[in-house]
């Protein structure tokens, strides 16, 4: 189906970048899918409404590794959710769950600012509760969040 409007596209001086557009924007949409799902999936009920996560400093090669993976991690999710603003796909999800995976200061207030908007709240805990996991607890600062 492709084949018939391909010629006329790359007509245009964006033309040839077409194919390559909606093949990212595939693959991005299947990362997202799966990666927003997993990462979701697996928030503690209170991590929201935990006041503060308890960290404990370590200094071994394994932990900077971790730490420099979640950040690839999490700055591709970003991107990714960035470009899916513009294409189909969990755009908002995906640069939230990047900004989890991220580190940098006031990280926890910012996302604990996004995921109790109340539309995201809502679905991520419609997320959860399709999955057979207990919905996220509120955040207690925050206002009240519909948990329906």
Do not use: C
């Amino acid at each position: 189906m492709l084949d018939k409007y391909l010629p006329e596209l790359q007509n245009f001086p964006w033309g040839n970048l077409v194919p390559w557009l909606v093949t990212f924007s595939l693959i991005a949409f299947v990362f997202s899918a799966f990666g927003v799902s997993i990462v979701l999936l697996r928030l503690p009920v209170d991590y929201l409404s935990n006041p503060a996560p308890s960290t404990s400093p370590q200094s071994n090669w394994k932990h900077l590794l971790s730490k420099i993976g979640r950040n690839i991690l999490g700055s591709i999710f970003l991107i990714v959710g960035t470009v899916m603003l513009l294409t189909p796909g969990q755009g908002i999800l995906s640069i939230v769950v990047g900004l989890m995976l991220l580190d940098f200061p006031g990280k926890l207030i910012l996302v604990r600012k996004i995921l109790t908007k109340p539309r995201i709240f809502q679905t991520i805990n419609r997320m959860r509760t399709t999955a057979k996991r207990p919905p996220l607890e509120p955040h207690l600062n925050d206002s009240p969040v519909r948990n329906d």
